[in-house]
């Protein structure tokens, strides 16, 4: 008899996103420590793996203005994680941190610093970023090929990993009767020196509880994907129907032997959204009124510019799309996402244009449909029943949930989904284990001299 997988879950702080809706009622500060909190206790008290945290390290822009989802700004997310560290008990606390745009003794230092306070529970989602917008904040503008971005990120990995186990085995004892960590001569000592870097001397924090944090990566591209089965432990991704999901999980599995790697060390976690209601038919309703809020018709033409390039504000969003093509150049955008998505507008126009005849749809329409990230709607047990169907037929790992309300927007699914999974058998009754790296049944990490799944 097979034994059933059990689903792992994660929690998205809903923030900066362009799922939030900040119109309703029930929408709550995006900055303020309260709300953290809240979110985070209702995820912990759900029993989720992680909450997950985001980060941009500039506001989006687009015609010399500010994204209205950015308007609140991005806080720095080291600080909110060990802030939450001391509000929660086994709640893992996974952090976005850029590896274009900061440094490996920085960044190995504050996730040793986070595991240490945690005990254990600090996780490391890796991005990559070459456009040179986000770079003016750092003086570093356009100083990045695209194609090396993916090579630098490999190699501050591996750095970063050299660091947090240079106290190995042997350098370092504990006081028995005071627990403070001894030092001996060769603690902390490291070299690391490749294309990128060229760093050497000796790490000051003690190897932490996981050994170093649970490495997330998000992306989708080969070169993506290449990368994450060399260095991932989980990988955050979008896939909105089953079959997609099964490709593309078994895309990434079958790429792991070739770094001495299993199928179980590494999770696919895909992001996704959710409405509940009493329901399927309320459920769907609900889901609809809530994609209206979040595609305004403003927000529906600021879209649709991103990939035309040129200014459609004169456009009806509830009227057809544009007759001209999208101009070349530069995108009118600056925004991460535009870089992102639309490399070929020509195509992109076309492929929209084909959508949108076929099923006489508005801008507004068609925005929200080309938008919509995987998301379970109807009543608590269709949701239960078709996220578990997900995970059993090996399109994902488990999902990484973001609410479109913030702080509250993940209660109902902690109170109405959470008690039918642990009904199946396919959830957790109560942690196992203290650390992420644990609940997550992921193995320990290799010591710093054993990155051949880094190298090759």
């Known amino acids: 008899m097979t034994t059933a997988k059990q689903l792992h879950l994660g ?51 687009q015609g010399g203005e500010i994204y209205d989802l950015d308007v609140v700004g991005r806080p720095d997310t080291f600080p909110i994680l060990t802030a939450l560290a001391a509000v ?27 595991d240490h306070l945690s005990e254990g529970r600090a996780g490391w989602n890796v991005v990559t970023s070459s456009d040179a917008f986000t770079g003016e904040n750092f003086r570093r503008g356009g100083y990045l090929e ?22 190995v085995d042997g350098d370092v004892v504990a006081d028995r009767d005071t627990g403070r960590f001894l030092a001996t001569e060769r603690a902390g000592e490291f070299s690391y020196t490749d294309q990128f870097f060229d760093i050497a001397g000796r790490f000051n924090v003690p190897r932490s509880p996981q050994g170093h944090p649970v490495q997330f990566q998000a992306g989708d591209s080969d070169q993506g994907r290449e990368f994450a089965a060399q260095t991932a432990e989980a990988i955050f991704t979008r896939h ?10 078994a895309d990434l599995k079958g790429r792991l032997p070739r770094y001495g790697r299993n199928r179980d060390e590494l999770l696919v976690l895909p992001g996704v959204t959710f409405v509940l209601g009493d329901t399927d038919e309320q459920a769907r309703e609900l889901a609809h009124q809530v994609r209206l809020a979040q595609v305004s018709g403003r927000t529906a033409i600021a879209f649709l510019e991103q990939v035309w390039n040129t200014d459609l504000s004169a456009y009806d969003p509830d009227g057809p799309l544009p007759d001209i093509d999208p101009l070349p150049g530069d995108l009118i955008s600056k925004g991460r996402a535009s870089v992102r998505r639309f490399r070929d507008p020509l195509a ?22 080309v938008t919509e990230r995987q998301s379970f709607v109807g009543s608590p047990e269709t949701v239960a029943r078709e996220m578990n169907e997900f995970v059993q037929a090996d399109a994902c790992d488990g999902f990484i949930l973001i609410p479109h309300l913030s702080p509250d927007g993940l209660a109902p699914f902690v109170d109405q989904v959470i008690p039918l999974l642990q009904e199946w058998g396919v959830f957790r009754t109560g942690y196992e284990h203290d650390t992420l790296r644990g609940n997550l049944g992921l193995p320990a990490p290799r010591a710093g001299h054993e990155h051949a799944a880094l190298t090759g």
């Not at 893992?92 to 230092?109: D, H």
């Open 11 to 61: 929690a998205h702080f809903p923030g900066v996103n362009n799922t939030t809706v900040w119109s309703d009622p029930a929408s709550g500060s995006h900055i303020d420590f309260d709300s953290f909190v809240r979110f985070a206790r209702d995820a912990e008290r759900g029993l989720f793996d992680f909450l997950f945290l985001a980060e941009g390290l500039r506001l989006r822009e």
């Open 348 to 369: 992109t126009a076309a492929e929209w244009r084909e959508i949108a005849q076929a099923k006489g749809l508005s801008i507004r329409e068609l925005i929200i449909e």
């Open 240 to 249: 909105s129907t089953l079959a997609d999901g099964q490709a593309f999980y």
């Open 146 to 167: 695209h194609s090396l971005r993916y090579e630098r990120a490999r190699s501050f990995v591996e750095a970063t990993r050299v660091l947090q186990d240079s106290w």
């Open 88 to 114: 929660t008990e086994r709640l893992g606390l996974v952090g976005t941190i850029n590896a274009t745009y900061n440094e490996p003794y920085e960044v190995a230092r504050q996730f040793a610093s986070l």
